[in-house]
């Protein structure tokens, strides 16, 4: 079983903590609106020690009334970790709660393609079948070119920009497949984040079962390290940039929550009742905040809806707009 370590940026960190306030253990989530299953596994991560709070009762307060509004409001459950990337500040909310990742984890694997793939060989082309796109479910990029192929760069894109499952499933098999991925996450920290299988079978979440799943903290401590502008070179890291500013399946999520004039790039994933978003998200003249917002209906037969992830997002959010 993995275990989650202390996000440190700057070398120090200043926490706000909100528990919680839904009942119960961690959620799974299942990807099926038929589907009863879901998790009842308890988080396995470690709380980090930290300094006392920096921010003020009143913040802390009004973020936790509004989170736990949301929950009541939309009957789900909702987990959030947001921290500034220079500043160290934190705000989390059931941060260390287990949930489904459902297709956020591709902008984990495209950056692991990043990392691990020459760039003189990305433009390998790849061929698949009808057959691997009927499998692999939501594929609007690769079920066009199954007679021509795509090269790995482009499926990596598709994977980021379009959700394209099949393009998941062949950049995965490209960088080690789902174990290779999960070693890749455990070396650059992330401990908790379990990755097991492909598309279309990471969205189901068996009960007791933390296979695919991660925690809002582990999701923003390897996204702020997948960002930070070392672990993947200059231009590699714009590249994953671009292909997240250019998410088409996130505009009603945390860009819908962030303040205007506020620089969102992100990638969602939702599936039955999950519905998720991890992004950086910049304000003018201010310091990157990277954001995990997780969520699951406690219905497990229940759709997910949009408009929870860009309200808790926006609750989040404010606690930095001052």
């Not at 990596?156 to 499952?165: I, Y």
């Not at 379990?194 to 390897?222: K, R, Y």
């Amino acid at each position: 079983m993995h275990r989650a370590l202390p996000l440190v940026v700057g070398g120090t960190v200043a926490v706000l903590v909100l528990a919680g306030c839904s009942g119960g253990g961690s959620v799974g989530p299942t990807a099926s609106a038929t589907s009863s299953a879901r998790s009842t596994s308890t988080p396995t991560s470690t709380p980090a020690t930290t300094p006392p709070p920096t921010t003020d009762a009143a913040t802390t307060a009004t973020v936790r009334r509004a989170i736990a509004g949301l929950e009541r409001e939309y009957d789900a459950t909702v987990g959030v970790v947001a921290t500034d990337t220079v500043t160290g500040e934190r705000v989390a909310y059931n941060g260390d709660r287990r949930f489904g990742y459902a297709s956020t984890i591709k902008a984990f694997a495209a950056a692991q393609f990043l990392r691990s793939v020459p760039a003189d060989a990305r433009n390998e082309v790849v061929h698949w079948t009808a057959a691997d796109v009927a499998a692999a479910g939501y594929s609007p990029v690769t079920e066009q070119h199954v007679a021509d192929g795509l090269s790995y760069e482009q499926l990596a894109e598709a994977a980021v920009r379009m959700s394209d499952n099949t393009a998941l499933n062949l950049v995965l098999t490209r960088i080690g497949g789902p174990s290779g991925l999960d070693a890749a996450l455990t070396e650059l920290g992330d401990t908790t984040t379990e990755v097991v299988h492909g598309e279309p079978d990471l969205n189901t979440i068996e009960p007791g079962s933390t296979e695919d799943t991660t925690t809002p903290a582990a999701f923003t401590a390897a996204l702020a390290t997948v960002l930070d502008g070392s672990t993947l070179d200059r231009a590699d890291t714009a590249l994953l940039v671009d292909w997240m500013g250019g998410n088409a399946t996130g505009d009603a999520l945390i860009r819908a929550g962030a303040p205007d004039g506020w620089v969102v790039v992100d990638k969602s994933g939702g599936a039955g009742p999950i519905r998720n978003d991890v992004a950086r998200v910049t304000p003018p003249g201010g310091d990157p905040i990277v954001l995990s917002v997780l969520t699951t209906r406690n219905d497990p037969d229940a759709a997910y809806d949009d408009a929870l992830v860009a309200r808790s997002a926006s609750a989040v959010l404010d606690a930095f707009d001052r």
